[in-house]
Nanobody, 115 residues
Framework: QGTLVESGGGSVQPGGSLRLACVASGLLFNRYRMGWYRQSPGKERELVAQIHEGGHTSYLDSVKGRFTISRDNAENTVYLQMNNLEPEDSGVYYC?????????WGQGTQVTVSS
């Protein structure tokens, strides 16, 4: 089974931007739908954005127009560009790869939005 490694988290002020990256290894990346989930303290993990093998994307309503998910199949990498960040966007962001019944998770990267 493959592995996912996230990077790009950090602390920013409201209105700031961050770009998360997730590099996959040990799997046929272009066969997987890729997603970014987040989990905040006391809340369930939620799907923030997803991109399918063919490039179709979907987003959580609260991030539409602010976040953009993309993938580079040549580099086995999925990105999440996050603009105009809000305190409610804070949490641990996890990369996810799914194919059939196979699900792979990254270790997570912390995003903190605070003034």
């Amino acid at each position: 089974q493959g592995t996912l490694v996230e990077s790009g988290g950090g602390s920013v002020q409201p209105g700031g931007s961050l770009r998360l990256a997730c590099v996959a290894s040990g799997l046929l990346f272009n066969r997987y739908r890729m997603g970014w989930y987040r989990q905040s303290p006391g809340k369930e993990r939620e799907l923030v954005a997803q991109i399918h093998e063919g490039g179709h994307t979907s987003y959580l309503d609260s991030v539409k127009g602010r976040f953009t998910i993309s993938r580079d199949n040549a580099e086995n990498t999925v990105y999440l560009q996050m603009n105009n960040l809000e305190p409610e966007d804070s949490g641990v962001y996890y990369c996810h790869a799914g194919w059939g019944f196979t699900a792979i998770w990254g270790q997570g990267t912390q995003v903190t939005v605070s003034s």
